[in-house]
């Protein structure tokens, strides 16, 4: 009998330390979060969809029409938030791959979804303060990467080139970023940007998009990053791409139309009409 009650004390005991952010670490939208994640997570695994991409392109369908809004993970103190009712175009990314990630490995607890959105968060799976949240997309691929959450395909394209450019929007632009205010912040941020000077990355150029090569390389549910033009910054955008005869469409959260949408615009077309945009990187949930 002692021994069975200790097997379930170690048990309980695993199943607490597994995730890093406690209960308390934790800000959600409302009362209802879980239940939603628990029923989205049960649709899923219903679907019966075996790859990441399948299930990715399914849970972005369950998201249409989600309200677009900014900053919903900024507060006084940095905490695992836990909101699917409002997206901006980085969570809802970061939203499809905690979906994925937790139905892949057969759960339906809001719990393990929690779990794997700290993991693909926060730099090295942990969150910490503000400065460790993976603020900038080179650095969320890299890190995510590093421990087989994604994978960049960029490179797998023929018409792959490649960019060098200084990552320190943050620290230049101080003033747009309430937790920069205190000095510690600040240099920790700008500590974080120095892995980031003439940083090399690859990308397709926004021209090379449409050529026969590179749509035959794009799977639905590929995930986006748009590259900018803007001085100190990677990416400027996220989403992800449905190939429908050998098409290209573009579903992201947009700012433009309050809600989280599937373009009506072909992805090359959509691209073209984005300025700033120079081209894109591409990148998987790691099966």
């Given at each position: 009998m002692k021994k069975i009650l200790l097997t379930v004390i170690l048990n309980i005991t695993f199943s607490i330390v597994t995730f890093a952010a406690s209960p308390m670490d934790m800000r959600f939208h409302c009362e209802n979060d879980t239940n939603k994640i628990n029923t989205l997570l049960n649709e899923g695994l219903k679907s019966n969809l075996?790859?990441?991409?399948?299930?990715?392109?399914?849970?972005?369908?369950?998201?249409?029409?989600?309200?677009?809004?900014?900053?919903t993970l900024e507060g006084?103190?940095?905490?695992?938030?836990?909101?699917?009712?409002e997206l901006d175009c980085t969570t809802f990314v970061e939203t499809l791959y905690a979906l994925t990630r937790t139905t892949l490995s057969n759960r339906t607890s809001w719990r393990d979804y929690a779990n794997n959105l700290e993991s693909v968060r926060y730099r090295n799976g942990v969150i910490g303060d503000?400065?460790?949240?993976?603020?900038?997309?080179?650095?969320?691929?890299?890190?995510?990467?590093?421990?087989?959450?994604?994978?960049?395909?960029?490179?797998?394209?023929s018409k792959c080139k490649y960019i060098v450019k200084t990552i320190d929007f943050m620290s230049k632009h101080r003033d747009a970023y309430a937790s920069l205010k205190e000095d510690e912040m600040f240099?920790?941020?700008?500590?974080?940007?120095?892995?980031?000077?003439?940083?090399?990355?690859?990308?397709?150029?926004?021209?090379?998009?449409?050529?026969?090569?590179?749509?035959?390389?794009?799977?639905?549910?590929?995930f986006i990053a748009?590259?900018?033009?803007?001085?100190?910054?990677?990416?400027?955008?996220?989403?992800?791409?449905?190939?429908?005869?050998?098409?290209?469409?573009?579903?992201?959260?947009?700012?433009?139309?309050?809600?989280?949408q599937l373009e009506k615009y072909t992805f090359f077309e959509y691209l073209e009409r984005v300025r700033s945009c120079i081209g894109v990187r591409v990148f998987r949930i790691k099966e």
């Amino acid at each position: 009998m002692k021994k069975i009650l200790l097997t379930v004390i170690l048990n309980i005991t695993f199943s607490i330390v597994t995730f890093a952010a406690s209960p308390m670490d934790m800000r959600f939208h409302c009362e209802n979060d879980t239940n939603k994640i628990n029923t989205l997570l049960n649709e899923g695994l219903k679907s019966n969809l075996k790859t990441s991409n399948e299930l990715v392109v399914f849970y972005a369908n369950k998201l249409l029409g989600t309200p677009y809004v900014a900053h919903t993970l900024e507060g006084e103190t940095e905490q695992l938030t836990i909101n699917i009712d409002e997206l901006d175009c980085t969570t809802f990314v970061e939203t499809l791959y905690a979906l994925t990630r937790t139905t892949l490995s057969n759960r339906t607890s809001w719990r393990d979804y929690a779990n794997n959105l700290e993991s693909v968060r926060y730099r090295n799976g942990v969150i910490g303060d503000y400065s460790s949240r993976l603020h900038y997309i080179s650095e969320w691929i890299i890190n995510n990467s590093s421990r087989d959450n994604l994978k960049d395909i960029t490179p797998d394209f023929s018409k792959c080139k490649y960019i060098v450019k200084t990552i320190d929007f943050m620290s230049k632009h101080r003033d747009a970023y309430a937790s920069l205010k205190e000095d510690e912040m600040f240099n920790k941020i700008k500590n974080n940007e120095i892995g980031f000077r003439s940083h090399r990355f690859p990308y397709i150029k926004k021209e090379d998009i449409n050529a026969k090569s590179s749509k035959a390389t794009f799977k639905s549910g590929d995930f986006i990053a748009m590259v900018t033009n803007i001085k100190g910054l990677d990416v400027s955008h996220l989403g992800l791409v449905i190939k429908e005869n050998n098409e290209l469409y573009f579903i992201n959260a947009s700012m433009s139309g309050g809600k989280v949408q599937l373009e009506k615009y072909t992805f090359f077309e959509y691209l073209e009409r984005v300025r700033s945009c120079i081209g894109v990187r591409v990148f998987r949930i790691k099966e």
